[in-house]
């Protein structure tokens, strides 16, 4: 595949990790919609993606994204205003695709929301159960429930759940589609919010490991900068989850929030540069 940097036009033969790929390079929203109007001619194919930028530096993984649709309307998100509908998921297809690309041992399964086909996603999970050393599923985690936790229970290694924020009124906003400028005139935003409550006890069934994927973003107020880490730690604990993924939004469109500004200047990692991490 091309350098992520290297602009291009995509061609209908891209498959929709390709797609993905274009989509975090695009700088403009008139870019980005460029690239889906290709999207939406293109084969769904599953394509080893060896130069995402968000895990270039993870082992080779096969990234399948399920579906385009979401019920939460985060304003980060790369698939933003692209979840209008449901296609048809060939599931024999991609998991044969998946299976035959022997070298790559680990699956991550995204969306949209998988959790709005999770038929389609046990069946997946099913039929390449037996052919992948470690299977992990992305949601936001509002469809969470007893039920599809025990139903996961053996099928995957690890469950990623987006929270954008310590506060469930808050994190509510964010997946209703907060923003500074426009939130105070209620434009585009709807109560996104999602029950904390509900995912811890959701979780108590659990037999995979769980990670809470989250943001450095504009809802976290300047004077709540400086404890938000240890908040989002105390959240994760209440969860009983294992792992806590901060991240930078990335990309011009949106507004980038320098994760330095949650950390104390006496923190080691406040003055280390990223590309010394990856050392």
Do not use: W
Request: hydrophobic share 30%; aromatic share 10%; with cysteine.
């Amino acid at each position: 595949m091309e350098n992520i940097n290297k602009k291009r036009t995509p061609s209908p033969e891209d498959g929709i990790i390709n797609f993905t790929l274009e989509l975090y390079a695009a700088e403009t929203k008139e870019e980005r919609d460029a690239l889906y109007e290709t999207y939406k001619q293109t084969p769904k194919n599953i394509i080893p993606h060896r130069e995402n930028k968000c895990s270039m530096y993870a082992e080779k993984m096969i990234s399948i994204k399920i579906n385009d649709v979401c019920n939460r309307n985060c304003h980060f998100c790369i698939d933003k205003s692209y979840k209008n509908s449901f296609d048809e998921i060939n599931v024999n297809k991609i998991a044969s695709e998946s299976i035959n690309l022997k070298e790559y041992q680990k699956v991550i399964i995204t969306g949209g929301e998988p959790f709005l086909n999770f038929k389609e996603v046990l069946e997946l999970l099913e039929a390449i159960r037996p052919y992948k050393n470690r299977l992990v599923l992305n949601t936001n985690g509002s469809l969470l429930s007893k039920e599809t936790v025990l139903q996961l229970n053996g099928l995957i290694d690890e469950l990623q759940i987006s929270v954008h924020h310590y506060d469930e009124k808050v994190n509510g906003k964010i997946f209703g589609g907060f923003r500074h400028d426009k939130y105070e005139k209620n434009e585009d935003v709807f109560d996104g919010q999602i029950s904390f409550e509900n995912i811890k006890k959701s979780l108590e069934h659990k037999k995979f490991e769980v990670s809470i994927n989250s943001t450095f973003n504009e809802a976290y107020k300047e004077e709540e900068r400086s404890e938000a880490i240890d908040k989002m730690v105390d959240l994760v604990n209440y969860f009983g989850a294992e792992n806590l993924r901060l991240t930078e939004i990335k990309g011009e469109c949106y507004p980038f929030i320098d994760a330095r500004d949650f950390l104390s200047s006496t923190d080691p990692f406040a003055n280390i540069h990223r590309k010394d991490l990856y050392r």
